[in-house]
């Protein structure tokens, strides 16, 4: 290398760093002797701060942009001594670049079983997991509270311990909530936030800041996901009556657009008397409950008056009046079909029997062939 050579880059000092990794947060600009010459460029790019450490403390911080380093404009500078001194200045500082953008994508999750006590289970255990995205918001805590002295400070350093701290206050936060155990899947959004506001202070006496928390699964125990299965099935079971007559409503529909059928009648009936069956199972358990429980002895209500229908001879029921009323709708049933219920000596036609004249009233009479 020749003279002019090594006096020109003597007097070209750039201090950069160009970030090519997704885990870097800080990185020491490698320097001889960690000396820095007056005059100096110094480019602190987006998500970037640069910190400048002179003899163990903190001497400045530069945000994004460029910067000429003067003794002007940098007072921990010393100002040239001379040509003799100027290329190789005593003076020593060492350059932190932090990287201030969102780390996306770090997990947590409890790695034992964390005790809940709910409302409604008493003490139960969870377990729970999901992601989190930080980042840096003041660049000289970080440096002071975490990295030191490191060259080369990665997310994985710090993650765990950050975990450790997210596990805690997630136990405190869950308690503090009381959203109870069955209803936690429904409000993953509201304790993330919730959760957030909790760790977010601890968070800033290390100099970061979490920018996004999510719950992305809680486990329950066995035992309450199977009363979670039970509640399910009494919610559908307290629907039968209203799935009987859906049931219903779509036999005397597949009946109408299907005239031309080996026994429409008969599936029809078949269908309408399986959800009618259900429904009366379902009824007649609740009647047995409220009479036990009821101390006074009274007798039940009575159910509702339904009546066998004779369909291409052969029995299909019982149907309630409000089934008939459609069958006669569907054309499926009429004035001349027979029928019979308890208390009658024999089989009537359906004109004839006084519950059962109204549904005919006002019904158009066949239409001629």
């Known amino acids: 290398?020749?003279?002019?050579?090594?006096?020109?880059?003597?007097?070209?000092?750039?201090?950069?760093?160009?970030?090519?990794?997704?885990?870097?947060?800080?990185?020491?600009?490698?320097?001889?002797?960690?000396?820095?010459k007056n005059g100096a460029q110094l480019t602190v790019r987006e998500s970037q701060v640069a910190v400048f450490v002179n003899e163990g403390a903190i001497a400045d911080v530069f945000p994004p942009g460029r910067y000429q380093l003067t003794t002007q404009n940098m007072p921990v500078l010393t100002t040239i001594r001379g040509w003799?001194?100027?290329?190789?200045?005593?003076?020593?500082?060492?350059?932190?670049?932090?990287?201030?953008?969102?780390?996306?994508?770090?997990?947590?999750?409890?790695?034992?079983?964390?005790?809940?006590?709910?409302a409604e289970f008493g003490p139960i255990r969870l377990r729970a997991f999901g992601t989190y995205?930080?980042?840096?918001?003041?660049?000289?805590?970080?440096?002071?509270?975490?990295?030191?002295?490191?060259?080369?400070?990665?997310?994985?350093?710090?993650?765990?311990?950050?975990?450790?701290?997210?596990?805690?206050?997630?136990?405190?936060?869950?308690?503090?909530?009381?959203?109870?155990?069955?209803?936690?899947?429904?409000?993953?959004?509201?304790?993330?936030?919730?959760?957030?506001?909790?760790?977010?202070?601890?968070?800033g006496e290390y100099g970061l800041s979490v920018t996004k928390f999510l719950v992305e699964n809680v486990s329950l125990p066995p035992e309450v996901e199977a009363a979670l299965d039970k509640r399910s099935s009494m919610g559908i079971l307290g629907n039968l009556n209203q799935y009987a007559q859906f049931q219903a409503a779509n036999a005397i529909e597949a009946a109408a657009k299907n005239p031309g059928g080996s026994n429409p009648g008969l599936e029809m009936g078949m269908g309408i008397t399986m959800a009618q069956q259900m429904s009366q199972?379902?009824?007649?358990?609740?009647?047995?409950?409220?009479?036990?429980?009821?101390?006074?002895?009274?007798?039940?209500?009575?159910?509702p008056v339904s009546f066998f229908v004779a369909v291409n001879g052969q029995q299909q029921g019982p149907f309630t009046i409000p089934t008939l009323q459609q069958m006669v709708?569907?054309?499926?049933?009429?004035?001349?079909?027979?029928?019979?219920?308890?208390?009658m000596s024999n089989w009537l036609k359906a004109g004839e029997v006084q519950e059962l004249s109204s549904l005919f009233n006002g019904t158009p009479p066949p239409i001629p062939q």
């Open 281 to 303: 199972m379902l009824n007649q358990q609740n009647q047995n409950q409220q009479q036990n429980n009821n101390n006074s002895g009274a007798p039940p209500i009575p159910g």
């Open 1 to 36: 290398m020749g003279l002019w050579d090594r006096i020109k880059n003597e007097l070209i000092d750039i201090i950069e760093w160009t970030d090519d990794t997704n885990n870097t947060m800080v990185w020491k600009f490698p320097r001889h002797q960690n000396e820095i």
């Open 84 to 118: 003799k001194y100027g290329f190789n200045s005593p003076f020593k500082v060492d350059v932190f670049f932090v990287n201030t953008k969102n780390f996306t994508d770090n997990k947590w999750g409890t790695k034992n079983p964390i005790m809940l006590r709910d």
């Open 133 to 203: 995205a930080i980042k840096v918001i003041d660049a000289a805590k970080f440096i002071r509270e975490i990295t030191g002295t490191k060259a080369h400070f990665t997310t994985e350093e710090v993650t765990e311990q950050l975990r450790n701290l997210i596990v805690t206050r997630f136990t405190d936060a869950i308690g503090e909530s009381k959203i109870p155990a069955l209803d936690l899947a429904a409000n993953y959004d509201e304790l993330s936030t919730f959760i957030t506001g909790k760790i977010n202070p601890e968070f």
């Open 329 to 343: 709708s569907a054309g499926s049933f009429n004035r001349d079909s027979l029928v019979w219920k308890q208390g």
